[in-house]
């Protein structure tokens, strides 16, 4: 049986931020939320505060979430070698997993630590943890706005920058939180508030990643369906059927294919021109530009063959 595959190697040019400015954004919000997570610590130490310690926390793992980011950029970039054949641009979504992972445990605990300060109630410095949670909100936004341009291209990024905006909330709370102590001395706003950034990171999460799972179970793209794709091959001339389907994302925005078409018998004398046709219609259609297309005769074909996956019935 023949069999090729539709592309030359991995590498995919993207015309927005070049990498290396893209390294120094990247770096300089790093810096940044270290800094802003011990000036948090501090601060939430003297004044009592609780949400600002939680702010502070999440902070940190603002910072952890884009050393992460960082390095995995510089590993995805690396070429494909005997080993990896694939490349290593998976990097970045393993990256996301431990992101996300880091911002499902350090919501729990903070669930936690919110729970018990209603229980046992601690003095809080409002002055304190408004001027210091507003320095949070600027370092936010600031670190937002350095990755938001390359979010929309990179899931680890974009991991990394939803830390970022779920932050900048949480500080807005936070300044709420000390306002309310400042105004009225209602202390009991401040585990509150720490209780409504972890669900609000919860919720997040939840919302991200799915995807992120997705692509590391090689689950087809969730904007292709997979009958719709398959259909289109067998409406290609001189197929008479698809089978042994597998549609996945290699990466994030790259989807692939390897599929078995069975060839009618009076096609199969141009069988490589059918394959051509195939692919062509696979890339203007899906953009499915790594295509693996094996081919079978009609009078050859496996028995019992699924449409999609990989079972079969030898003759």
Sequence with gaps: MAHDHSHKGHSHAHHHIDREAGDARVAWAIAVNMFLTLAQVIGGIFSGSLALIADALHNFSDAIALVIAFFARK??????????????????????????????????????????????????????????????????????????????????????????????????????????????????????????????????????????????????PPELDPEEVASAIEDIPGVSEVHHVHLWSMQEREPALTAHLVVDAAAWVDAEGVRASVRQSLRDRFAIGHATLELEQIDRACVGSSRFGHTEEKL
């Design 75 to 220: 590993i995805a970039r690396r070429p494909a070698d005997p080993r990896m054949s694939f490349g290593y641009g998976r990097a970045e979504v393993v990256a996301a997993l431990v992101n996300y992972t880091t911002l499902v445990v350090l919501s729990v605990y903070l669930f936690y630590e919110g729970v018990m300060r209603f229980f046992e109630p601690e003095p809080v410095n409002g002055w304190m943890v408004v001027w210091i949670a507003a320095l949070a909100l600027i370092v936010d936004l600031v670190t937002a706005a350095l990755t938001y341009s390359m979010a929309k291209d990179s899931m680890n990024i974009r991991a990394a920058f939803l830390h970022n905006v779920a932050d900048a909330l949480g500080s807005v709370a936070v300044i709420i939180a000390g306002t309310a102590v400042i105004l009225f001395n209602w202390t009991w706003v401040d585990p509150a508030v720490t209780i409504l950034i972890s669900v609000y990171i919860l919720w997040h999460v939840k919302s991200e990643i799915g995807e992120t799972i997705r692509v590391l179970m090689m689950a087809a």
